[in-house]
């Protein structure tokens, strides 16, 4: 359905096509993240709250603002970014891992989880492939990062609601995660051995970024879907650059390579490997 880009009166603040257009760009140019028309609504929801908390009384005062503000442009991005995610989603990747572990194909792991949202991507890569690593005596080594700092402050926290984490064993769960009591009741926490085998930090895909050494594996999931084609191409051939030869790059399920990409082969469902070339 196509918005209403009327100034709608039934809404608190007026929100009207010229401020969705302004903050959209702003928001791209910044993130990359290209916003269609359809997430009209969503960006009044998530802005009027910003709005409110600022006492603000209007769009206007409010594109002003995130002009002379750094403070309030990160909690502008902040806000616009969809950090949907989960423990083990998209299963088959670490699975995939742990058959190359057992058959003695990987002799190193350093991974790198770009995109990782508050922290269940690279908690859910430790839980699913640590232990085997250690058992394997696979060299471990795991970099989050993420664009909205926010959810990285969640992350390396590593406080979750128990529900988010009920689909794992009761072992599992003893072995990874404390169980929050009185005022924590309902939460888990991940152990601080585990916590630290994280190195968090902000990283903006679409900046000159650059890593010493390169990855053994990358995982990028429902990440660059929010990218044009010009800038997914971009990302591809650095993290191209910044795999080693045979490494491995899991993508999210509506995402892929194209088959005329010079630089990786499809070798399993979104999971592509770094050509040796
Ligand atoms: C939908 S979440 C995906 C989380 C996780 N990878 C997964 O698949 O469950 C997308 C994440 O990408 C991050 N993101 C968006 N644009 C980014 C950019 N330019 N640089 C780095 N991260 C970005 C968002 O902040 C968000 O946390």
Request: charge should be positive; charged fraction near 30%.
């Amino acid at each position: 359905m196509q918005p209403n880009y009327q100034d709608d009166k039934k809404k608190e603040f007026g929100f009207t096509r010229k401020h969705f257009d302004l903050l959209r760009q702003k928001a791209k140019a910044y993130s990359g993240i290209h916003v269609t028309d359809d997430k009209y609504e969503m960006y009044y929801a998530r802005l009027a709250k910003r709005l409110r908390l600022l006492k603000l009384n209007s769009f206007n005062e409010y594109l002003s603002l995130i002009d002379k503000d750094p403070e309030e442009f990160i909690d502008f991005i902040n806000a616009i970014t969809t950090n949907v995610t989960s423990f083990d989603r998209e299963a088959h990747h670490f699975e995939y891992l742990k058959e190359r572990i057992k058959a003695n194909e990987i002799h190193s792991l350093s991974i790198w989880s770009a995109g990782c949202s508050s922290g269940e991507e690279p908690y859910s890569i430790i839980v699913n492939l640590y232990e085997l690593a250690r058992q394997h005596k696979i060299p471990f080594k795991l970099v989050g990062t993420d664009l909205d700092t926010n959810v990285l402050a969640r992350a390396a926290n590593g406080v979750y609601d128990v529900k988010a984490i009920e689909k794992y064993s009761k072992e599992t769960k003893k072995h990874y995660f404390l169980r929050g009591v009185g005022s924590n009741s309902g939460k888990c926490r991940v152990k601080k051995p585990y916590r630290e085998l994280v190195q968090f930090k902000q990283l903006n895909l679409i900046n000159n970024w650059r890593f010493d050494k390169p990855f053994d594996v990358i995982f990028c999931r429902n990440v660059m879907i929010y990218f044009e084609n010009d800038m997914k191409h971009q990302i591809l051939k650095k993290y191209a650059e910044h795999l080693v030869p045979g490494g491995l790059l899991f993508l999210g399920h509506s995402e892929s390579i194209s088959k005329t990409n010079s630089d990786f082969d499809n070798v399993g469902k979104t999971i592509y490997r770094k050509r040796r070339k």
